[in-house]
């Protein structure tokens, strides 16, 4: 049987960091990689239920960061205007002190979706968001059930 947990072993996103291309990303107000799988309807006679067969998978990711550099224009701008396909590799960490331990995810092969070549809005503070998607993933650190 476990170990039930407590309250301060619930990890915080402030403990989060983001990695592109071995660059570590101060600036990371928030980080998502997903997957999401693909499947076909399978139907039987004599069965109500559908049933399903995974197809595939389609790695998704989401970075979103304060305005501090202009890190969309350095490492996109110029080389997908000359048709070149930008891939890059990203470490996100988590590693909240009071937790169990540490989990880290390394996505391999990922590419950019979009790149917003500015904006702003009187009074408010500038954010900069970077999607995209991925071919390949493994986990080096994952925190045990304890």
Known sequence: MGQRPTAPRVMNGKWGMVYLD??????TDSYEAKLKIER??????MQMAKDSKMTGLTGEWSLKIKKVFSRGAILLADKVKAGNDVRVQIISKLADPD???????????????ELTLQKFENSKMIDEEFSGGFTDFYFPDLVKVR
């Open 22 to 27: 071995g660059e570590p990303v101060w600036e």
């Open 40 to 45: 076909e309807d399978i139907d039987f006679v």
């Open 99 to 113: 937790a169990f331990g540490s989990e880290r995810l390394v996505v391999e092969n990922a590419w950019f979706n």
